[in-house]
C-alpha cells in the first residue's frame, strides 16, 4: 500500500491487487484484473503472496509475474546482493554481481530466496534481481534496467 501512495504521489498510475482478501486496501487479485491494469499502463503490485500455504512471498512472486509474463522479478531487500555466504556473520563474504540459477539453488549459504522459487524462475528462465530497497534511487535503477544488486539468470 505505502508502494502504491509513492507511486501515485509521483503521477505513476498504479493499482495495488491482494489475493488476500483486503478490500478497503487492494483489489482483489485475478489475472483479467491484472492484465486489465497492465494494458491500460498501469504498475501491477500484488501484495500478500498468493493466499495458499506452504507458498513463501518469494515462490508466490515467481508464480504472479510468469502468470503475467512479466520480464524480470525484482526482490527488494535490505542487502544490497547476494553473497557468496552470510555476510552478517563473515566478513569475507564476497558479494556476487551475476550468478547461475544452478549455483544459487546448489549453494546452501545462499539463502536470499527460497530454493524452491529460484527452482521455478530457473525451469521458466525468470531472472530475479535481488537488491538493496533501502538505497535511495536503487528502485528507480533497477526497474530502468541499470545494474543494481545481484542478477540471478
Same mark, same amino acid.
Given at each position: 500500500?505505502?508502494?502504491?501512495?509513492? =507511486? +501515485?504521489?509521483?503521477?505513476? %498510475?498504479? %493499482?495495488?491487487?491482494?489475493?488476500?482478501? @483486503?478490500?478497503?486496501?487492494?483489489? $482483489?487479485?485475478?489475472?483479467?484484473?491484472?492484465?486489465?491494469?497492465?494494458?491500460?499502463?498501469? #504498475?501491477?503490485? #500484488?501484495?500478500?503472496?498468493?493466499?495458499?500455504?506452504?507458498?513463501?512471498?518469494?515462490? &508466490?512472486?515467481?508464480?504472479? &509475474?510468469? +502468470?503475467?509474463?512479466?520480464? *524480470?522479478?525484482?526482490? &527488494?531487500?535490505?542487502?544490497?546482493? #547476494?553473497?557468496?555466504?552470510?555476510?552478517?556473520?563473515?566478513?569475507?563474504?564476497?558479494?556476487?554481481? !551475476?550468478?547461475?540459477?544452478? !549455483? @544459487? *539453488? +546448489?549453494?546452501?549459504?545462499?539463502? *536470499?530466496?527460497?530454493? /524452491? /522459487?529460484?527452482?521455478?524462475? $530457473?525451469?521458466?528462465? $525468470?531472472?530475479?534481481?535481488? =537488491?538493496?530497497?533501502?538505497?535511495?534511487?536503487?528502485?528507480?535503477? &533497477?526497474?530502468?534496467?541499470?545494474? #543494481?544488486?545481484?542478477?540471478?539468470?
Amino acid at each position: 500500500m505505502a508502494l502504491t501512495d509513492i =507511486f +501515485e504521489a509521483h503521477d505513476i %498510475r498504479t %493499482r495495488c491487487l491482494s489475493n488476500i482478501f @483486503a478490500d478497503q486496501v487492494a483489489e $482483489m487479485y485475478s489475472f483479467r484484473r491484472a492484465e486489465k491494469h497492465l494494458q491500460k499502463g498501469r #504498475v501491477v503490485i #500484488v501484495a500478500g503472496g498468493i493466499g495458499r500455504p506452504y507458498f513463501t512471498h518469494d515462490t &508466490a512472486a515467481v508464480n504472479v &509475474a510468469l +502468470e503475467l509474463e512479466c520480464q *524480470v522479478v525484482f526482490k &527488494a531487500t535490505k542487502v544490497d546482493g #547476494v553473497y557468496d555466504k552470510d555476510p552478517a556473520k563473515h566478513p569475507d563474504a564476497k558479494k556476487l554481481d !551475476k550468478l547461475s540459477y544452478q !549455483k @544459487a *539453488v +546448489e549453494n546452501p549459504d545462499i539463502k *536470499v530466496m527460497d530454493k /524452491a /522459487a529460484m527452482g521455478l524462475a $530457473m525451469e521458466q528462465h $525468470m531472472p530475479l534481481v535481488v =537488491f538493496d530497497t533501502m538505497q535511495p534511487g536503487n528502485l528507480l535503477r &533497477a526497474v530502468s534496467g541499470q545494474a #543494481v544488486g545481484t542478477t540471478i539468470s
